[in-house]
């Protein structure tokens, strides 16, 4: 603080106030005085009270503009509350003083004014809020006017929405002082829009659903004992040996989301998929010809054998085989702000996820006798089927990161999702046989083939298991509000149960209906269990607002 300065006496302030201004010291001002104002003049930073009140006092409006490289500038040099008048550019021509060569006092207050509105700007960017002073001062008197500046309007589009902002969003300014972000040559991203919806079409790939061989044929003149047997000359596999649910499937993917903060740092989104029902049917039907049979492994025997469903004169029958699948995920997340700049950011992902797996197979047979070599009387029908059903269910913590890189109009999205929880799996094994003689008589047995009493019920399984997802998107942004995009996703789950898995191949005969069980006591619950993926492409179209 000027200790000279303190020393003037209040009396010949408003005085030294007018002569600073025109750049002269009072006529008949003391040594001791003249030498206060020069102190004065001469300062660049931290001036006393009295000067800070007399630059306040001077100053009216400082209007700014931008410059090429995007710095805001004074416009012209009114630093007073008026032009002054010719003579007084006269005297202060000849005093050193003037608009074009001001003392140093007005000097340093313009000066001030302008690094305390670059500072300003440069730290926070934007402009200082409406009704902030631009000027230094550690007191002000109550008797002396507050002048602030108007806020300069914000850069806008033709639409009138507010530029990105490349500082930190936490820490800079507000959804009201966003500027635009130049460098990266971004369009119009309105950062103060808060809900966007996503909805995207799915074109996935799924791991299927492996399946034992269920139905065989074999040449037309097959002995009995060798028909439909896998390993003899000539057997065909007509359903079943393969994976189902393996080919392509759409699906859908709607993403809900909500930013808390006007600068995007904290938000929340809730995501939705699901593919479509992945089914798989087969249906054969014989009066004899051409054979049809059901093989399993006969562990009486220990050789691989058949069940009849269609061979001539003994047999003529229906074998219809269905297998179908669903997947479905729900994720809630949090999404904090990691870092950004003009063109990069990063987030954390936190939440919870849930996923569903589920698998159905179903096996019918509709069987009428022909002849009584099947010690059974002629004419005789029998029906029976064989079920394997499996429901998987994920409950899990869900950590991440996303991270985007921008350019022009395209955005680059990369992500990765880690899931860890709890599948939850459960196994339905159920089959029967239902037999009716040409008299009407009815027989009802539990079981059917691969079905038996031996390994018929329901089962759960709790196993920990990981789920991540990879993804990558192209983003377009062909208006303010719409956005565009193509991506690829893959994801994975450990430690499931498939349908097809659960099926042993192995029959003990003895137990086929209506006889009891002799010896081994098969088939069994196996509870196996395998992995699931999921991938393909997705196409997007997202809305903000």
């Not at 002995?223 to 079943?240: E, H, K, W, Y």
């Not at 499996?390 to 996303?402: E, M, P, Q």
Request: with cysteine.
């Amino acid at each position: 603080m000027n200790n000279g300065l303190q020393r003037v006496r209040p009396e010949i302030a408003m005085t030294l106030l007018a002569l600073a201004f025109l750049g002269a010291t009072p006529p008949g001002a003391s040594a001791q005085q003249a030498q206060a104002v020069r102190r004065a003049e001469s300062t660049q930073n931290g001036y006393s009270p009295g000067v800070a009140r007399q630059i306040q006092d001077t100053h009216v409006s400082v209007p700014y503009a931008r410059s090429a490289d995007g710095r805001l500038q004074r416009r012209g040099s009114q630093a007073v509350s008026a032009q002054p008048s010719s003579s007084q550019r006269s005297h202060n021509t000849q005093t050193g003083g003037g608009f074009a060569n001001s003392s140093p006092v007005r000097q340093a207050a313009a000066q001030e004014v302008v690094e305390y509105y670059d500072d300003t700007t440069e730290a926070a960017g934007a402009p200082p809020a409406q009704g902030k002073s631009l000027l230094k001062s550690n007191q002000k008197s109550s008797s002396v006017r507050d002048e602030r500046l108007a806020p300069i309007p914000l850069e806008t589009y033709d639409d009138g929405f507010v530029g990105e902002s490349a500082g930190d969003c936490c820490g800079g300014p507000t959804c009201g002082g966003c500027t635009s972000c130049q460098p990266c040559g971004l369009p119009c991203i309105p950062i103060c829009d808060r809900l966007w919806v996503r909805g995207e079409y799915l074109l996935w790939w799924t791991s299927g659903n492996p399946l034992p061989p269920l139905v065989t044929t074999s040449p037309n003149n097959t002995g009995r004992d060798a028909a439909g047997v896998l390993g003899q000359p000539g057997t065909q596999i007509l359903f079943g040996s393969d994976d189902l649910d393996s080919g392509s499937r759409s699906g859908g993917r709607i993403t809900l989301g909500y930013w808390l903060d006007p600068c995007h740092c904290w938000g929340l989104e809730v995501d939705y998929l699901g593919l479509e029902d992945e089914s798989a049917d087969f249906v054969a039907q014989s009066g004899g010809l051409p054979i049809l049979a059901r093989p399993f492994f006969n562990v009486q025997d220990n050789q691989q054998d058949a069940e009849l469903v269609a061979f001539p004169n003994v047999l003529s029958g229906r074998v219809a085989a269905a297998g179908s699948g669903q997947f479905e995920s729900l994720e809630i997340l949090a999404r904090r702000m990691l870092y950004q700049d003009c063109c990069a950011r990063m987030d954390l992902l936190v939440g919870y996820r849930w996923a569903r797996l589920d698998d159905q197979l179903r096996v019918v047979e509709n069987l009428t006798t022909l002849g009584t070599s099947t010690g059974i009387e002629p004419g005789t029908t029998i029906d029976l089927f064989d079920q394997f059903n499996t429901k998987n269910d994920f409950h899990g913590a869900v950590l991440g990161v996303s991270g985007q890189w921008r350019r022009n109009n395209l955005t680059l999205e990369l992500l990765m999702k880690l899931g860890l929880g709890n599948t939850r799996s459960q196994v339905l094994i159920d089959g029967g046989t239902t037999s009716v003689t040409p008299s009407g008589m009815t027989a009802t047995h539990s079981g059917g083939l691969l079905a038996q009493d031996t390994n018929i019920g329901v089962y759960e399984n709790n196993e920990f298991a990981v789920l991540p997802e990879l993804g990558v998107k192209l983003h377009y942004d062909f208006c303010c509000r719409w956005r565009a995009s193509i991506g690829y996703n893959f994801l994975y789950w450990s430690s499931v149960m498939r349908s097809g898995e659960q099926i042993d191949f192995g029959v003990n005969v003895s137990q086929l209906p209506p006889g009891p069980l002799t010896g081994s006591p098969q088939p069994r619950y196996l509870g196996t269990t395998s992995d699931f993926w999921a991938q393909g492409l997705s196409f997007g179209l997202e809305y903000r607002f």
